[in-house]
């Protein structure tokens, strides 16, 4: 409480960076806050003693009182006074400086677009250019994922292949053996046969 008490009694407020390690180098960005009002509540109508509280005061404040005493106190200011009346009366002026200064706000609003634009651009052409990295790599794979299915399918075949042929044979060998029952059988009947005619030729006795 007494910190925003005593802040507000001050109207200069000086800012630099420094190390948290004690650590001491000169840099170059210093800055200095100041509020216009609470100097402007803290020295309405009181002298003006210095350059600082001179351009504080021209700053800060619009009265005519305080302007004449502000003059008096430093000439060199009524100069800006009358640079700034001439102004202020010369309204084509004032609108034309206005105009330029849209004018170029327009100049650094397209450039400032035009630079998010090219950003954009680089960004988005960055991201195709890795999908279509990434897009060869899955092709890549896609590819050799196809030369194994082909390679494993014609495995297959190769198998289907001697699987047939092993048929074959063996049906080969069935009708073989089927040929051997066949004379087996006929040798058979004709012994048979020829055992028949001796017992028929001997009769027992």
Known sequence: MVEM???SLLYIHRFSQKSDTGLSIELLHNYI?????IFRNKYQNKNISTEL???????STDNPDEIMRLCDAFPSFRDLYKHIYEICRNTEDVMGIFSEALAELDRNTVDYMIDNLKKENVKLLGEYEQSLDERKQLLVKYEQLLVEIKQSLDEKKQLLVEYEQSLDEREQLLV????LLVEYKQIMDTREQ???NKNQQHPAE
């Open 176 to 179: 073989q053996y089927r040929q």
């Open 53 to 59: 509280d001179a351009w504080l005061r021209f700053l």
């Open 194 to 196: 020829q055992l028949q």
């Open 33 to 37: 806050f100041i509020p216009l009002d």
């Open 5 to 7: 008490v005593m802040a």
